[in-house]
């Protein structure tokens, strides 16, 4: 009895000597070369696997990275400057410092504004909602409500808003990774400029319906009247079908447009607060632009 | 014997034809009628007229956009006031043509007898540019351009013309009507449409749930042989087992001639081409009497109408649905949901000032009670909806696969071959929402089919 046990010891721990001297070799003569600066540059990532970049996951980009040699096109949005920095050092050459982007939603379509006009009682999700019809306001243009854009965050910076029925974003949560962007079938949520200390004016509608058809759709639309384009003196703003939009590369954020949209379509945010009198809009925001 | 029908799924759906013994009536022109440009399945159509232009019945006011497109004419005389974008029944803006009506000026050349015009012309090329000519798209539905399908690739040979006069939806009973009052034009249709594609024969599909459409239909086509004429040989009628999706094109194609469509391929690879009993009788239209496409006749019904005020109407195409709807009775209070199109694959109608179109085919009022959706629950697993899926998937699983964007998963799945008949969606206990999810998994598969580089 003792003897077979004994035996069968002796057995395995012999094979499994033999089968792991093999094992050892063959390992040895298939190794893959790989570039190790992969592997360093996919430590420096966040690690989300958001697709944010363009690519399957962080290891992707890592990839990507060397094998282009250069950071061209490679752009980490949720790591930004500070992590294409890390990457630069890995690869041994000087990173490109790009302006930080934020998800904005271009839609004011909120429930005071813009009156249901039928009852939808389907699946909840703006996907589903937008194959069957342009929604439950008067507005084929805006935002649908039912949160795909939520569900689509990887970093909990989107939430909807109860009262208006609008997806509202955390401008220090959102990593501007785009995943918002394109789980919104209206397209509605752009990736703009954060802004200096996260000023920024923009549009926000999307209607490119005629001034009356949008109006009645909805009171906070753009009708596509120009005031905004004539007011503008940095030629920032353009109007095409119907529709004002304003190029964050030439707004100098001085605010005049804000206040001659006579529908307030036009969102100026993280502005100080003005105490004494705002009357003067001009005047004070060149000091805005001075202090930015 | 119980009839021939298709071999896999299907839904018994009701019945629900309330409104078949109300005879086809013809309604009196609005003041304004409203052409889409985009009434046909393919690109849409370009307008030839500007605001200020004089139009008469009939004139060509759009030419196609596209090889898959069709000609659109106007319904009425007059005068345009604008061409601009609309809403249509969904809230989408599309291209219209707003003509003010004034008196029922036709152009020349059109002849507006009733005489029955029996003798099929013998020009195949005549045929084909007549229905071209004239905007016929298929009725059935789809709206697709019936002479691209009536003119196959020369490699191709169409062995069947199957006539679809199934309808098989619940409550519709527009195609029933014209097969009770004009089934002697629908027949001359079948026999030009039969000339055009080099004779084959024709098969004629018929519900069982209307044996007066059979009978008539029977009688009219013995009426044709007997006259003496040719083109009428190999024309016959079979009456199918009533189960819906009975008239979806590849279920009548396996009920007829027991063959099988498969996976995105087309009807004329197995010989076959399909065409509904309206778009015959609007190529009858077009062949024998030069008459373009500007009327269709559309069903107006539902459980909370009384029998008195359920309608078949002989619309113009851009009737806005709302001056139908007014000249029927008004919209009755119980409707919580008005459709257009059957109960199973209708759109609900989220804008009913939208124009009629070609294929418009009802204004179906459903009650609070019919619409409302169940509260979904868990999958159990039972196995329903695949029993019902008349393409022989398994819808459970594809949802799941789309739910969780598995594309490659969901090719190998086959949802590309979801005819969106609905028959999953009626059979689910736990009120899942299937097809919308898979219509979902659908457009995506296909949009990545569709960017693959062609072999």
């Known amino acids: 009895m003792v003897g077979t046990i004994i035996w ?5 721990t012999v094979l499994g000597t033999a089968l792991a001297v093999v094992l050892f070799l063959v390992a040895r003569k298939f190794r893959v070369e790989e570039d190790s600066r992969i592997d360093e540059i996919e430590k420096t990532m966040p690690g989300a696997n958001c697709g944010g970049c363009g690519f399957a996951g962080c290891r992707a980009f890592a990839e990507s990275c060397v094998r282009e040699g250069n950071l061209d096109k490679n ?60 929604g439950d306001t008067g507005c084929p243009f805006g935002c649908l409500g039912c949160g795909d854009c939520v569900s689509a965050c990887a970093f909990g910076a989107l939430s909807m808003d109860p009262e208006t029925g609008l997806p509202v974003v955390d401008q220090d949560k959102c990593t501007g990774c785009g995943a918002c962007a394109k789980a919104c079938p209206k397209n509605i949520i ?11 004016v923009f ?27 004539k007011v503008c003196a940095q030629e920032a703003i353009v109007v095409a079908d119907n529709l004002a939009y304003i190029d964050p590369a030439k707004c100098k954020l001085c605010k005049k447009c804000v206040a001659e949209c006579p529908t307030g379509a036009i969102h100026a945010v993280n502005f100080p607060v003005l105490k004494p009198k705002p009357a003067p809009v001009a005047e004070e925001s060149k000091e805005d632009v001075n202090n930015g | 014997m119980a009839n021939r029908t298709f071999s896999i799924g299907g839904s018994h759906t009701a019945d629900k034809k309330l409104s078949k013994d109300c005879a086809i009536e013809v309604l009196p022109m609005p003041s304004t009628v409203y052409v889409s440009m985009n009434q046909h399945l393919g690109a849409p159509a370009k307008p030839l007229v500007a605001a ?18 069709a000609f659109v004419h106007s319904p009425a005389s007059g005068t345009v006031k604008s061409v601009a974008p609309r809403k249509d029944l969904a809230g989408n803006s599309t291209l219209c043509v707003e003509i003010a009506v004034e008196g029922d000026e036709w152009v020349e050349g059109v002849d507006l007898s009733d005489t029955l015009v029996k003798a099929v012309p013998e020009d195949r090329a005549f045929i084909l540019d007549r229905i071209r000519l004239n905007g016929v798209v298929g009725l059935g539905g789809a709206t697709f351009p019936a002479h691209v399908k009536l003119n196959p690739a020369p490699d191709k040979k169409a062995e069947c013309l199957i006539l679809n006069g ?67 040989e190999d024309i016959s009628i079979l009456p199918l087992m009533k189960k819906y999706p009975q008239g979806g094109e590849k279920q009548l194609i ?111 009022y459903l009650t609070e009670d019919q619409t409302r959706r169940g509260k979904e629950s868990d999958c159990i697993r039972c196995g329903r909806c695949t ?30 071959d979801c005819i969106e008949c609905g028959c999953c969606l009626y059979s689910c206990p736990a009120y899942i929402p299937l097809l919308d999810i898979i219509r979902i998994g659908k457009g995506d598969v296909m949009k990545i089919i569709k960017s693959r580089p062609r072999k």
């Open chain 1, 8 to 12: 069968t010891v002796i057995i395995l």
């Open chain 1, 75 to 134: 752009f980490c949005p949720v790591g930004g400057n500070e992590t294409m920095k890390k990457v630069a050092s890995v690869l041994g050459i000087e990173a490109v410092a790009k302006a930080p982007l934020v998800a904005v939603v271009r839609c004011n379509g909120s429930c005071a504004n813009r009156p249901l006009v039928n009852d939808y009682d389907g699946v909840k999700s703006c996907r589903v909602k937008a194959t069957l019809y342009s």
């Open chain 1, 190 to 200: 752009e990736l703009r400029p954060k802004g200096p200390r996260g000023m920024r």
């Open chain 1, 203 to 229: 549009v926000s509608c999307m209607n490119k319906d005629k001034g009356a058809v949008a109006r009645k759709a909805c009171s906070a639309a753009c009708i596509g009247c120009g005031k905004c384009a």
């Open chain 2, 52 to 69: 200020g232009d004089t139009v008469k019945v009939g004139q060509v006011i759009g030419e196609p956009g596209g090889f898959i497109s």
């Open chain 2, 166 to 232: 199934s309808e098989c939806e619940p409550y519709l009973t527009s195609d029933y009507r014209m097969m009770l009052e004009h089934p002697s034009e629908i027949i001359v249709g079948a026999a030009i449409m039969r000339r055009a594609l080099g004779g084959c024969r024709c098969v004629i599909g018929i519900e069982d749930n209307k044996p007066e459409a059979v009978a008539s239909m029977t009688k009219a086509l013995d009426e044709l042989k007997a006259s003496g004429l040719e083109g009428y």
């Open chain 2, 254 to 364: 396996n009920a007829v001639m027991g063959r099988e469509v498969k996976s995105l391929g087309l009807p004329i690879d197995v010989g076959a081409v399909v065409q509904n009993v309206m778009t015959a009788f609007a190529t009858y239209e077009a062949v024998q009497k030069n008459k373009p496409l500007v009327s269709n006749v559309l069903t107006v019904t539902g459980d909370c109408l009384p029998i008195e005020k359920q309608h078949n109407y002989k619309f113009r195409i851009g009737m806005p649905l709302s001056y139908i709807a007014e000249y029927a009775g008004g919209v009755p209070e119980e409707a919580a949901k008005i459709v257009s199109g059957g109960p199973m694959m209708g759109k609900a109608i989220a804008n009913l000032d939208a124009p009629t179109v070609k294929g418009s085919s009802s204004l179906l």
């Open chain 2, 387 to 416: 029993e019902a899926c008349p393409m022989g998937l398994e819808p459970f699983l594809l949802v799941k696969l789309a739910r969780n964007a598995m594309m490659d998963e969901l090719e190998a799945n086959a949802v590309q």
